[in-house]
Nanobody, 112 residues
């Protein structure tokens, strides 16, 4: 299993970012996928999950209405809008829910 996140960076409060996760080494289309994050000094927080065909989606309360999870044949995405400083974290994509494998993460920093 290989998961490679990208798209993180520094953004001002209220801004947007789109994270991407390239998946390989397993049959991506049959697995649920998940985004989790870890803020500085805190534990892992579940962000969003999507089932294998995109028909079932769930979000954590802290991101509901601002973030959108989606997927295509080989990538997982997280569209993040109206970003807040509290969204600052390393974001990881994971295979399954809860994840049994994840990538190296991508840093998102929300700051003015």
């Amino acid at each position: 299993v290989q998961l490679v996140e990208s798209g993180g960076g520094l953004v001002q409060p209220g801004g947007s970012l789109r994270l991407s996760c390239a998946a390989s080494g397993f049959t991506f289309r049959i697995y649920p996928m998940t985004w989790v994050r870890q803020a500085p000094g805190k534990g892992l927080e579940w962000v969003a999950s999507i089932n294998h065909d995109g028909a079932i989606i769930a979000y954590g309360d802290s991101v509901k209405g601002r973030f959108t999870i989606s997927r295509d044949n080989a990538r997982l995405y997280l569209e993040m809008n109206t970003l807040k400083p509290d969204d600052t974290a390393v974001y990881y994509c994971g295979k399954e829910r809860p994840p049994d494998s994840w990538g190296q993460g991508t840093q998102v920093t929300v700051s003015s």
